[in-house]
């Protein structure tokens, strides 16, 4: 068995060394000689020796090791050290350095240096000049024109702008003023001073022209004024006719204070004179107005001279630049007038016998003229970043109430103060008030009136303040929004913004008392809302309800026509809550009793009988004739015409008349239309002559216009209603005579009165009541007439 066992080892361990060790030691190196070894010297020799090389050894000598050694410790191991291995190392590492790695070697170093290296070469060059290149220069361009340039350019700008222009500009200026235009200018004073005393009437006329452009500089007219020009130009104007410019006078090189009073009194006529050049009467009325606002003296002899009822005219020519100057020296005569001067003013315009439908025409277009002034502050909303006005609105806050320094206060308890206060004064957006102040209108206008209230009476103003602050808020009259709505209200009542009518005549007398009617109404209504507020014991859901009140009451104050604020502020507050209640009832009771079924029905009876009177006191009215102006587009004429029917009501007669004709006989007139040619008749935007100033005419003008077409409609009569109730006599007679029915609203109105009352006689009580059957008599006349009825009085 030994020997066997033995036998067995020394076959088997020289079988395995011959065959399989030498097989595998064939197989593995050819295989890495021939595939492993080039392949990784070739693509990753680096990789190898570094890593895969020490990690092969590692790896597989660490598992060689650990499972030979367990395996084959014994019997394997030693003859492997021995043998195999030394023969291994042997082979393969001679190999290797004999073979392998020279031609490694050289293969690699032939693949860079035919290869690689001149690729290399070849795609950076190629990539330096395709693109590295073009990139630089583009760059280098971009940043020079892009940069440097622009900068280089500025800088030498700036260095212009700044440094050398203003340099050149101061040199050259001063050499200017300094030498040449002192020069120039005694040299062109002194031949427009020899030009206008030339005997030739054109090289004076010239003369008198190139003043007028140049004597705007002040340098000049010293030169000028300083050579005795400006006594030169008195006598000039003293002397001259029509034919002369005059509006050089319009420069200011005159010395008003040393004129003449027959200087005055020519300037004074060609302001009175009825047809004459525009330009002078431009110029005229300028002159005028200066010397009403130099000195008390002219201003006395200006008013002589020149009267109320030609300067109110010269409001009513087409010419916008006479319109203004004239309406300019009016202003500076009302506002130099002293008191007892403008109380007679007051009182022709007030007097009933002297204001007549022309001359109250007149003070309606002053008054429409002068309050439209406030429109540009109406439709002019707050800005919030003008300082001013910020300024306007925190002057409100702290003239209401007294705080501590807010200097000392830190930024957000200035903040929340400010807040609590503007809560306090009514506005909505106490955070930022001028908010509330966006709407337009009221615009700027309403900011303008609180400042005035709060400067102008600036007890009231705290008072109305802290009397409301110390309520509920719920019962508090917010004074800030109260006057935003009453600026409105006031602006809608006295129609600021709106243009005068051609043939309006509703001015306020009261507006010729005060030189700021708006502001002083104001004040008389923003103190009236918190009466009214208290009256009506109103909270803040009852804020429109409020407003709606004090409009009736401003309404019906101002329908009485007051002559003086006083007299308005008497009549306004008399006209309390409890009073409009009593008229609101009155006619509540009174649209009451004439809406039940019964007085329906026998309503219905009379009108017939009604409407025939009404149709006849039309025709009686249309017989008797009114007076027309003609209007065209040169606005109000003194050209007059008058129109009356037949007293046989078949032909309709008109022709023009002076002016002052009161009631021409019927022959006199002697244009006539047939009452049987009369087609149609027309009214507002319908009729012809509206047609022909379409764009041009106000609503109230249209309101009054009205025109009858005759002879197959080819031609028409044209009317303009001097006030609405002639509009309705005469379209309502012209209607009857056409066989139509009545439709103006006057005709309603007295249908309505007629009506009420002679319902109101059919249901008098008249049981045990005699009547008589004749009229009482009249009283016998007073012995004598000597007494005086005092309107004023009366009013007041």
Same mark, same amino acid.
């Given at each position: 068995?030994?020997?066997?066992?033995?036998?067995?080892?020394?076959?088997?361990?020289?079988?395995?060394?011959?065959?399989?060790?030498?097989?595998?030691?064939?197989?593995?190196?050819?295989?890495?000689?021939?595939?492993?070894?080039?392949?990784?010297?070739?693509?990753?020799?680096?990789?190898?020796?570094?890593?895969?090389?020490?990690?092969?050894?590692?790896?597989?000598?660490?598992?060689?090791?650990?499972?030979?050694?367990?395996?084959?410790?014994?019997?394997?191991?030693?003859?492997?050290?021995?043998?195999?291995?030394?023969?291994?190392?042997?082979?393969?590492?001679?190999?290797?350095?004999?073979?392998?790695?020279?031609?490694?070697?050289?293969?690699?170093?032939?693949?860079?240096?035919?290869?690689?290296?001149?690729?290399?070469?070849?795609?950076?060059?190629?990539?330096?000049?395709?693109?590295?290149?073009?990139?630089?220069?583009?760059?280098?361009?971009?940043?020079?024109?892009?940069?440097?340039?622009?900068?280089?350019?500025?800088?030498?700008?700036?260095?212009?702008?700044?440094?050398?222009?203003?340099?050149?500009?101061?040199?050259?200026?001063?050499?200017?003023?300094?030498?040449?235009?002192?020069?120039?200018?005694?040299?062109?004073?002194?031949?427009?001073?020899?030009?206008?005393?030339?005997?030739?009437?054109?090289?004076?006329?010239?003369?008198?022209?190139?003043?007028?452009?140049?004597?705007?500089?002040?340098?000049?007219?010293?030169?000028?004024?300083?050579?005795?020009?400006?006594?030169?130009?008195?006598?000039?104007?003293?002397?001259?006719?029509?034919?002369?410019?005059?509006?050089?006078?319009?420069?200011?090189?005159?010395?008003?204070?040393?004129?003449?009073?027959?200087?005055?009194?020519?300037?004074?006529?060609?302001?009175?004179?009825?047809?004459?050049?525009?330009?002078?009467?431009?110029?005229?009325?300028?002159?005028?107005?200066?010397?009403?606002?130099?000195?008390?003296?002219?201003?006395?002899?200006?008013?002589?001279?020149?009267?109320?009822?030609?300067?109110?005219?010269?409001?009513?020519?087409?010419?916008?630049?006479?319109?203004?100057?004239?309406?300019?020296?009016?202003?500076?005569?009302?506002?130099?007038?002293?008191?007892?001067?403008?109380?007679?003013?007051?009182?022709?315009?007030?007097?009933?016998?002297?204001?007549?439908?022309?001359?109250?025409?007149?003070?309606?277009?002053?008054?429409?003229?002068?309050?439209?002034?406030?429109?540009?502050?109406?439709?002019?909303?707050?800005?919030?970043?003008?300082?001013?006005?910020?300024?306007?609105?925190?002057?409100?806050?702290?003239?209401?109430?007294?705080?501590?320094?807010?200097?000392?206060?830190?930024?957000?308890?200035?903040?929340?103060?400010?807040?609590?206060?503007?809560?306090?004064?009514?506005?909505?957006?106490?955070?930022?008030?001028?908010?509330?102040?966006?709407?337009?209108?009221?615009?700027?206008?309403?900011?303008?009136?609180?400042?005035?209230?709060?400067?102008?009476?600036?007890?009231?103003?705290?008072?109305?303040?802290?009397?409301?602050?110390?309520?509920?808020?719920?019962?508090?009259?917010?004074?800030?929004?109260?006057?935003?709505?009453?600026?409105?209200?006031?602006?809608?009542?006295?129609?600021?913004?709106?243009?005068?009518?051609?043939?309006?005549?509703?001015?306020?007398?009261?507006?010729?008392?005060?030189?700021?009617?708006?502001?002083?109404?104001?004040?008389?209504?923003?103190?009236?809302?918190?009466? @009214?507020?208290?009256?009506?014991?109103?909270?803040?859901?009852?804020?429109?309800?409020?407003?709606?009140?004090?409009?009736?009451?401003?309404?019906?104050?101002?329908?009485?026509?007051? @002559?003086?604020?006083?007299?308005?502020?008497?009549?306004?507050?008399?006209?309390?809550?409890?009073?409009?209640?009593?008229?609101?009832?009155?006619?509540?009771?009174?649209?009451?009793?004439?809406?039940?079924?019964?007085?329906?029905?026998?309503?219905?009876?009379?009108?017939?009988?009604?409407?025939?009177?009404?149709?006849?006191?039309?025709?009686?009215?249309?017989?008797?004739?009114?007076?027309?102006?003609?209007?065209?587009?040169?606005?109000?004429?003194?050209?007059?015409?008058?129109?009356?029917?037949?007293?046989?009501?078949?032909?309709?007669?008109?022709?023009?008349?002076?002016?002052?004709?009161?009631?021409?006989?019927?022959?006199?007139?002697?244009?006539?239309?047939?009452?049987?040619?009369?087609?149609?008749?027309?009214?507002?935007?319908?009729?012809?002559?509206?047609?022909?100033?379409?764009?041009?005419?106000?609503?109230?003008?249209?309101?009054?216009?009205?025109?009858?077409?005759?002879?197959?409609?080819?031609?028409?009569?044209?009317?303009?209603?001097?006030?609405? @109730?002639?509009?309705?006599?005469? @379209?309502?007679?012209?209607?009857?005579?056409?066989?139509?029915?009545?439709?103006?609203?006057?005709?309603?109105?007295?249908?309505?009165?007629?009506?009420?009352?002679?319902?109101?006689?059919?249901?008098?009580?008249?049981?045990?009541?005699?009547?008589?059957?004749?009229?009482?008599?009249?009283?016998?006349?007073?012995?004598?007439?000597?007494?005086?009825?005092?309107?004023?009085?009366?009013?007041?």
């Amino acid at each position: 068995m030994v020997i066997l066992y033995l036998l067995y080892i020394v076959i088997a361990d020289l079988l395995y060394i011959v065959i399989a060790v030498l097989l595998y030691i064939v197989i593995v190196d050819l295989l890495y000689i021939v595939v492993i070894l080039p392949l990784h010297i070739v693509i990753l020799d680096l990789l190898y020796i570094v890593i895969a090389d020490l990690l092969y050894i590692v790896i597989a000598d660490l598992l060689y090791i650990v499972i030979a050694d367990l395996l084959y410790i014994v019997i394997v191991d030693l003859l492997y050290i021995v043998v195999i291995l030394p023969l291994h190392i042997v082979i393969v590492d001679l190999l290797y350095i004999v073979v392998i790695l020279p031609l490694h070697i050289v293969i690699l170093d032939l693949l860079y240096i035919v290869v690689i290296l001149p690729l290399h070469i070849v795609i950076l060059d190629l990539l330096y000049i395709v693109v590295i290149l073009p990139l630089h220069i583009v760059i280098l361009d971009l940043l020079y024109i892009v940069v440097i340039l622009p900068l280089h350019i500025v800088i030498v700008d700036l260095l212009y702008i700044v440094v050398i222009l203003p340099l050149h500009i101061v040199i050259v200026d001063l050499l200017y003023i300094v030498v040449i235009l002192p020069l120039h200018i005694g040299r062109c004073a002194e031949d427009l001073y020899k030009g206008i005393q030339s005997s030739d009437s054109g090289v004076r006329c010239d003369s008198l022209k190139q003043l007028a452009c140049v004597s705007t500089d002040v340098t000049f007219a010293q030169e000028f004024i300083s050579r005795d020009g400006h006594s030169l130009l008195v006598k000039i104007v003293e002397d001259a006719d029509e034919s002369v410019p005059f509006s050089l006078m319009d420069h200011g090189i005159v010395s008003w204070e040393n004129l003449s009073a027959v200087f005055i009194k020519k300037i004074a006529n060609f302001v009175n004179a009825k047809v004459l050049d525009a330009s002078i009467q431009q110029v005229s009325l300028a002159i005028l107005e200066s010397m009403v606002l130099s000195s008390s003296s002219l201003f006395q002899q200006v008013k002589q001279e020149v009267t109320l009822e030609r300067l109110l005219s010269h409001l009513q020519v087409t010419n916008q630049q006479i319109q203004t100057k004239a309406m300019a020296l009016l202003m500076a005569l009302l506002q130099t007038a002293g008191d007892a001067d403008r109380q007679v003013r007051m009182n022709i315009i007030h007097s009933s016998a002297s204001v007549g439908d022309e001359m109250a025409h007149y003070l309606y277009v002053l008054q429409s003229v002068t309050l439209n002034h406030l429109e540009p502050r109406m439709r002019m909303p707050l800005d919030s970043y003008n300082q001013d006005q910020r300024e306007i609105l925190h002057g409100l806050r702290q003239a209401a109430f007294e705080t501590e320094s807010e200097n000392s206060l830190s930024h957000e308890r200035r903040r929340s103060l400010c807040a609590k206060e503007f809560k306090k004064l009514g506005f909505s957006n106490n955070s930022n008030p001028g908010q509330d102040l966006l709407r337009a209108p009221p615009g700027l206008l309403a900011l303008d009136t609180m400042a005035y209230f709060a400067s102008r009476y600036p007890d009231a103003y705290s008072r109305f303040v802290l009397e409301n602050s110390s309520r509920e808020d719920k019962h508090e009259c917010p004074f800030a929004r109260s006057s935003i709505q009453l600026t409105l209200i006031l602006c809608e009542i006295l129609r600021i913004g709106e243009p005068p009518s051609e043939t309006g005549s509703n001015y306020h007398p009261i507006f010729f008392s005060q030189d700021r009617l708006l502001e002083e109404l104001f004040c008389v209504c923003i103190q009236l809302i918190n009466k @009214t507020w208290k009256e009506m014991r109103a909270t803040q859901e009852d804020f429109d309800k409020v407003m709606q009140v004090v409009r009736e009451q401003i309404t019906r104050t101002l329908s009485s026509k007051p @002559t003086s604020l006083e007299l308005f502020k008497n009549k306004v507050n008399a006209l309390n809550y409890s009073e409009i209640l009593k008229l609101r009832q009155t006619e509540r009771l009174h649209q009451e009793e004439t809406l039940a079924p019964p007085v329906l029905e026998l309503k219905e009876r009379l009108k017939p009988e009604l409407l025939e009177l009404i149709r006849q006191q039309r025709l009686n009215r249309l017989c008797q004739g009114t007076l027309f102006r003609k209007i065209s587009s040169r606005r109000r004429q003194d050209k007059l015409w008058y129109c009356r029917l037949s007293p046989n009501h078949k032909v309709l007669h008109f022709g023009d008349v002076e002016e002052d004709t009161e009631t021409p006989p019927i022959e006199s007139l002697q244009e006539k239309i047939p009452v049987a040619d009369i087609k149609a008749l027309l009214t507002g935007k319908d009729c012809p002559h509206m047609k022909e100033n379409k764009g041009k005419q106000t609503k109230e003008g249209l309101d009054l216009a009205f025109s009858i077409t005759y002879d197959v409609e080819e031609y028409s009569l044209n009317f303009i209603a001097s006030s609405r @109730t002639d509009f309705c006599l005469w @379209t309502d007679g012209l209607s009857v005579l056409l066989g139509r029915d009545m439709s103006s609203e006057c005709m309603r109105s007295e249908l309505d009165i007629l009506l009420s009352m002679e319902i109101k006689l059919r249901l008098l009580d008249l049981e045990n009541v005699p009547i008589p059957d004749c009229a009482p008599p009249v009283p016998k006349p007073p012995s004598n007439f000597n007494f005086c009825y005092d309107l004023s009085q009366a009013e007041q």
